[in-house]
């Protein structure tokens, strides 16, 4: 099984500001099969970016995704106040694992 | 626009069973891939299982393997989640998720969560 680490754990920052967050693969994610999920609470999770780098269906371009192998990233820019929430990672390339997280708070 | 609605939020006594439905609309089930995505309070999210109906495929995380029985009914575009022997361990919100991005290789599917369900919350206490 492919487990995913996510850091930082929490990331405390301000509107404007541009977050990095970080998604590391026990082994090599095949296909860059690799994606991002945005969850608030009380919400079910929406998907942000698939195949490593690109965006899903109406998510704003300040959210990017990048990274191959093991080695992966989420870019938002710059902050917007709905953005503040947790971020899962998840790989699909060997069956699927979610990463425990990053929580984006203010 | 894909929707997924689940049933509602169960009760049940350890030992028991439990079945949550998924009803899409706005897509067919035949041809995109549905997991099940389970989340204990306060906890991060947990893979349980899937179904790929147009190959026939169906997985299951190996924490679930004995016990998760995942379906579905085309007839009426639902899919199904039970679960068995169900523990205080297995409280948590159930999502449904689908996928509609898929990728066969080797007789393997893969693929993303694009629309989800807004999940179903089941208690297991005495």
């Known amino acids: 099984e492919i487990v995913l680490t996510q850091s930082p754990g929490t990331l405390s920052l301000s509107p404007g500001e541009r977050a990095t967050l970080s998604c590391r693969a026990s082994q090599s994610v095949s296909g860059s099969y690799l994606a991002w999920y945005q969850q608030k609470p009380g919400q079910a999770p929406r998907l942000l970016i698939y195949g490593a780098s690109s965006r899903a269906t109406g998510i704003p371009d300040r959210f990017s995704g990048s990274g191959s192998g093991t080695d992966f990233t989420l870019t938002i820019s710059r902050l917007e106040p709905e953005d503040f929430a947790v971020y899962y990672c998840?790989?699909?390339?060997?069956?699927?694992?979610f990463g425990p997280g990053t929580k984006v708070d203010i | 626009q894909v929707q997924l609605v689940q049933s509602g939020a169960e009760v049940k006594k350890p030992g028991s069973s439990v079945t949550v439905s998924c009803k899409t609309s706005g897509g067919t089930l035949d041809n995109y891939g549905v997991s099940w995505v389970r989340q204990a309070p306060g906890q991060g999210l947990e893979w349980m299982g899937g179904?790929?109906?147009?190959?026939?495929?169906?997985s299951d995380a190996q924490n679930f393997q004995d016990r998760v029985t995942i379906t579905t009914d085309e007839s009426t575009s639902t899919a199904y989640m039970e679960l068995s022997s169900l523990t205080p361990e297995d409280t948590a919100v159930y999502y449904c998720?689908?996928?509609?991005?898929?990728?066969?290789?080797?007789?393997?599917?893969?693929?993303?969560?694009?629309?989800w369900g807004q999940g179903t919350l089941v208690t297991v206490s005495s």
């Open positions: 998720a689908m996928g509609t991005r898929i990728t066969m290789v080797r007789g393997i599917s893969h693929y993303p969560f694009d629309y």
């Open positions: 998840q790989q699909y390339g060997s069956s699927f694992t």
């Open positions: 179904i790929v109906s147009i190959f026939g495929t169906t």
